[in-house]
């Protein structure tokens, strides 16, 4: 065990015993209260930060708030949160229409070329960002949304209200870094790990709604699934 690992031991315990927004001890002190270089008590640090125990606030760090734990299942992301007790949000970053491509007609079955309706948009969880979305429609049958829909609301909500009823999806997930731009988007560094969300869904017969890129910080949610 290294010794940056027996501090950040050490220092779950001291998050343990202080709340949500509470101020970390600064690198100074913590140097100091357990014998080693700052450098050690840095790394440590870095490791509760990527692991979601704490946040920078300004320039401060505090202890965070427990990640989002989104259910594994047919649900929007606003119903998801709800779930949960957060209060959901989303702002549009990208509304327009597009050529699919090769594989993005496949997912959708369309031909390629054929017009897709793009929407991409920052998840929020109590005015924080946690993710980034985009989803894509067949224009032919979701076309209506381009004008017809607030970006701001359940996208599910929308879909089902006009008579379409999710049946299942095919969903991957795996750990991936963000690009500069969406960093940018998400407040926080290249460096910082992300959990990358592949889905297609269909409809009761079979019909392809959607398919989505979702792209989660890694210090702020996390996924969970029932096993039977």
Excluded: W
């Excluded at 001890?25 to 209260?33: F, G, Q």
């Excluded at 496949?106 to 924080?128: C, M, Y």
């Excluded at 592949?198 to 702020?220: H, K, M, P, Q, W």
């Amino acid at each position: 065990m290294t010794l940056a690992h027996t501090i950040r031991t050490a220092l779950d315990v001291t998050l343990a015993g202080l709340q949500e927004g509470d101020p970390v001890p600064a690198e100074r002190e913590l140097a100091a209260r357990f014998g080693v270089a700052r450098e050690t008590v840095r790394q440590a640090l870095h490791e509760l930060l990527v692991a979601g125990r704490i946040e920078r606030r300004g320039r401060g760090t505090v202890v965070a708030r427990p990640k989002l734990v989104h259910a594994l299942s047919l649900q929007s992301y606003t119903e998801g949160a709800q779930t949960v007790g957060r209060t959901p949000g989303r702002m549009l970053v990208t509304r327009e229409i597009i050529e699919a491509s090769t594989e993005l007609a496949s997912g959708l079955d369309i031909a390629t070329g054929a017009p897709v309706l793009h929407l991409e948009r920052v998840l929020l969880a109590d005015d924080q960002r946690i993710g980034l979305e985009s989803t894509y429609l067949a224009a032919a049958r979701f076309g209506r949304f381009e004008h017809d829909f607030d970006p701001a609301t359940s996208l599910y909500a929308a879909i089902r209200a006009t008579g379409v009823e999710f049946a299942s999806a095919t969903e991957r997930i795996e750990t991936a870094l963000p690009t500069p731009r969406e960093a940018t988007l998400l407040e926080c560094t290249t460096a910082l790990p992300m959990l990358l969300l592949n889905r297609c869904s269909v409809d009761t017969d079979g019909v392809a709604i959607e398919v989505v890129r979702a792209l989660y910080r890694g210090d702020r949610v996390a996924f969970e699934t029932v096993l039977t």
